[in-house]
């Protein structure tokens, strides 16, 4: 089992930054592949980043590819997500999840953390 708690949600105006965290519990941490999702009003979760287990590999969606970068602590259990040039679109509450690196399969979820973009 592992447990996700995500942080760093907020107000931003559009063009500005955001960083989020996900720290786990337990000490299993880098046997899991992370991901970023997201879900806005209205629209299903959809995939937002992905890293594998030591941090050799990483996924992006289209739409967020130059714009974010994922990456992980395994020494404390977190893993990030680094949001620049944020725009509207990107309003949503944000999902950290732990399991097979990819687009796909994970087996916990955090309880999101919620984005705003103002234009």
């Known amino acids: 089992q592992v447990q996700l708690v995500e942080s760093g949600g907020g107000l931003v105006q559009a063009g500005g930054s955001l960083r989020l965290s996900c720290a786990a519990s337990?000490?299993?941490?880098?046997?899991?592949?992370m991901g970023w999702f997201r879900q806005a009003p209205g629209k299903e979760r959809e995939f937002v980043a992905a890293?594998?287990?030591?941090?050799?590999?990483?996924l992006y969606a289209d739409s967020v590819k130059g714009r974010f970068t994922i990456s992980r602590d395994n020494a404390k259990n977190t893993v990030y997500l680094q949001m620049n040039s944020l725009k509207p679109e990107d309003t949503a509450v944000y999902y950290c999840?732990?399991?097979?690196?990819?687009?796909?399969?994970?087996?916990?979820w955090g309880q999101g953390t919620q984005v705003t973009v103002s234009s």
């Open positions: 999840a732990a399991g097979s690196y990819g687009r796909t399969h994970y087996d916990f």
């Open positions: 337990g000490r299993t941490f880098s046997s899991y592949g």
């Open positions: 890293i594998s287990r030591y941090g050799l590999n990483t």
